[in-house]
Nanobody, 118 residues
């Protein structure tokens, strides 16, 4: 079982920056992959960025060059640094963890709202 708690969302003007944090209730060293997803009103949840326990990263095309995902195993925390924010980045951002033990176990945080004004 993994509990995930996001923080760092808020209201920011276009062109600004925010850093989201996702604190896990247990060591993330052995969690196979962690990531950030987002869901805007009326849209499906979509992948933003993922990072594996080998530090391989993957980004949605829409955020490449603007967002950076990282993990701090000592703090059991994953971060999403978001720069050059655009109004279309407005969404609820969710932290995700995938743990492979016999099968894949998936966990979600409660979400944090990011609003980018134009």
């Amino acid at each position: 079982q993994v509990q995930l708690v996001e923080s760092g969302g808020g209201l920011v003007q276009a062109g600004g920056s925010l850093r989201l944090s996702c604190a896990a209730s247990r060591s993330i060293f052995s969690i196979n992959a962690m990531g950030w997803y987002r869901q805007a009103p009326g849209n499906q949840r979509e992948l933003v960025a993922t990072i594996s326990n080998g530090d391989s990263v993957n980004y949605a095309d829409s955020v490449k060059g603007r967002f950076t995902i990282s993990r701090d195993n000592a703090k059991n925390t994953v971060y999403l640094q978001m720069n050059s924010l655009k109004p279309e980045d407005t969404a609820v951002y969710y932290c995700n963890a995938k743990l492979v033990v016999i099968k894949t176990w998936e966990y979600w945080g409660q979400g944090t709202q990011v609003t980018v004004s134009s």
